[in-house]
């Protein structure tokens, strides 16, 4: 179901899939999958409703946690995890309701609460833009500009750009209705002991000192650790620690 960028080939170690986070794919994630696959291979997805993947009418973390299970089951059935804002919500719900397909697990400055701040101005911003005045994807730039989209976002949001099809490789439609189970994450009692990193921005507040025991209780191995200097796109703002941190914790 899911469309995957490989990078690298099988090796003694388990493949690394790469879950990314709302609004972003596969590709977004090349520079990271590329430096890690020297050790293992390394598979990137676009997540459902986003880039290549199908496109469907639901969106919540127990849907997404079985996209991802159907890839790992398709690549040997185990496998370590990187996701990423919704794609870390996404791993953590694998984990939980399939453990046995996960063997280490990194969860990218998210944590499995519900947060109260919403999205659906980004797409009100995409959905604004007037494709017949589009030839390239600096066009559309200008047009979020306007909006009041950060520059740093309007690069993100236009790698999703079909400037020749004139439309969003998004399903923004879907994407809208679903905000809150995207904002949210499921009710469940259940716990997974793998090892498991929170590795956050230092800049961050999505994940706070408060979200602490919420975490140990779905995940008592839990560790955690920052990445100075770095916001919430930690792994696009700082490439290189992002890549040494999960390499340090995927060999430990």
């Not at 590709?27 to 293992?40: K, Y």
């Not at 996209?67 to 995890?81: C, F, P, S, T």
């Not at 995207?182 to 469940?188: A, D, K, L, V």
């Amino acid at each position: 179901m899911l469309n995957t960028i490989i990078h690298g080939e099988p090796t003694s170690n388990p493949p690394l899939l790469i879950a990314h986070g709302l609004y972003g794919s596969a590709r977004n994630w090349g520079v990271i999958a590329r430096r890690l696959c020297d050790e293992r291979q390394v598979i990137a997805v676009d997540m459902r409703n986003h880039a290549y993947s199908e496109w469907t009418d639901q969106h919540g973390y127990p849907d997404l946690a079985e996209d991802l299970a159907e890839v790992i089951r398709q690549h040997g059935g185990k496998a370590d995890i990187v996701g990423h804002s919704m794609g870390g919500k996404a791993a953590m719900m694998l984990a939980l309701s399939h453990g046995g397909l996960v063997r280490k697990l990194v969860v990218a400055d998210i944590a499995p609460v519900t947060y109260t701040h919403s999205q659906v101005q980004f797409i009100e911003a995409m959905h604004a833009v007037d494709f017949s005045t589009i030839e390239r994807r600096s066009d559309a730039e200008g047009q979020l500009a306007a909006q009041g989209v950060e520059k740093a976002l309007q690069s993100f949001f236009t790698q999703s750009l079909d400037v020749k099809g004139k439309r969003w490789l998004l399903n923004l439609d879907t994407l809208a209705v679903e905000m809150p189970k995207i904002m949210g994450f499921p009710e469940t009692d259940a716990s997974w002991d793998g090892p498991t990193l929170f590795l956050s921005g230092g800049d961050s507040d999505y994940v706070l000192p408060e979200h602490r025991s919420t975490i140990r209780a779905h995940f008592p191995a839990a560790r955690f650790a920052k990445i100075p200097g770095a916001g919430h796109w930690l792994h696009a703002e700082k490439p290189r620690e992002f890549e040494a941190a999960v390499r340090t914790f995927l060999n430990a």
